[in-house]
C-alpha cells in the first residue's frame, strides 16, 4: 500500500539552527514528491517538488531512493519558518499527504 | 488573481443536515480536487476532476456525499445527511494540465464544517 510517514508531530528548533523534516514514503515505481507548507492563517501552498531541484526559502530536499526518504532541510531556521508542513508524494494524479509536522521556531 | 474560491467559509448544522460547498478553480485550471482534513491530520482526497469528468472518486463516500462539476469550472460536494464524524475541514484545490508545473496544486482556504 503507498503510505507516507512523517515521524515528529512537533519539531521545536532555536531560530539560527538547522532544521531537518523527516519523510518517508512507500511507493511503488517512481513518485514525483513534494513537501506543502501551510503558515498560520493561510492556505497551503507548494514550498518544493524534488524534480525541479530548487531551494526555495532556504529549503532544499534530497531524494534518497535507496532510503525512500524525501527529508527537508534549511540550515539556519529563521521564526517566520513556523509553519505545519506536508510531505506529498504524487503517482499517477494520485496524490497522498502525510500527517503533517508542526515546526515551531524558538526565538 | 484571486486563487481558488471556496464559500461558505465556515457552516454550522445539526446532524442529518444537507450541506453544500462550493469551489471556483484557478481560471484555465482542468484539474479539480476535494479534500477532506480532519484535525491534525494531512488532507485527504475524496475526489479530482478532469474537466466534467470525475476521474478519481475511490474515496469518496458514496452513501452520503456526492459531487458535481457542470461545465467544467465551478464545483459543488454535497453531504446528505451529514454526521457528527463529517466536522472537518473541506479543501479545494485546482492544477493545470500539461507541462512541468502539472502536478503543483493551488488550494482554496477551506470550509470549516462542524456538525452538532
Known amino acids: 500500500a503507498q503510505r507516507v510517514t512523517q515521524p515528529e508531530k512537533l519539531l521545536s528548533v532555536f531560530k539560527g539552527a538547522p532544521v531537518e523534516l523527516k519523510c518517508n514514503y512507500s511507493?511503488?515505481?517512481?513518485?514525483?514528491l513534494f513537501w506543502y507548507v501551510q503558515y498560520s492563517r493561510q492556505r497551503l501552498q507548494l514550498l518544493l517538488r524534488?524534480?525541479s531541484r530548487e531551494s526555495i526559502k532556504g529549503f532544499t530536499a534530497d531524494l534518497n531512493k535507496g532510503e525512500t526518504s524525501f527529508h527537508l532541510k534549511k540550515p539556519f531556521a529563521q521564526e517566520e519558518d513556523s509553519a505545519m508542513y506536508y510531505c506529498?508524494?504524487?503517482?499517477?494524479?494520485?496524490?497522498?499527504f502525510g500527517k503533517g509536522t508542526r515546526l515551531h521556531i524558538l526565538p | 488573481e484571486a486563487g481558488v474560491v471556496q464559500s461558505p467559509r465556515y457552516k454550522i448544522i445539526e446532524k442529518k443536515q444537507p450541506v453544500a460547498f462550493w469551489c471556483n478553480p484557478i481560471?484555465?485550471?482542468?484539474?479539480l480536487y476535494w479534500y477532506l482534513q480532519n484535525l491534525g491530520q494531512g488532507p485527504e482526497l475524496l475526489i479530482r476532476?478532469?474537466?466534467?469528468?470525475?476521474?478519481?472518486d475511490s474515496q469518496l463516500p458514496k452513501d452520503r456525499f456526492s459531487a458535481e462539476r457542470l461545465k467544467g469550472v465551478d464545483s459543488t460536494l454535497k453531504i446528505q445527511p451529514a454526521e457528527l464524524g463529517d466536522s472537518a475541514v473541506y479543501l479545494c484545490?485546482?492544477?493545470?494540465?500539461?507541462?512541468?508545473?502539472?502536478?503543483?496544486?493551488?488550494f482554496g482556504p477551506g470550509t470549516r464544517l462542524t456538525v452538532l
Open positions: 484545490a485546482s492544477s493545470p494540465g500539461g507541462g512541468g508545473r502539472r502536478y503543483e496544486q493551488f
Open positions: 511507493y511503488s515505481g517512481s513518485p514525483e
Open positions: 524534488h524534480i
Open positions: 506529498a508524494p504524487n503517482r499517477d494524479d494520485k496524490i497522498i
Open positions: 481560471s484555465g485550471h482542468n484539474t
Open positions: 476532476y478532469e474537466n466534467e469528468e470525475a476521474v478519481d
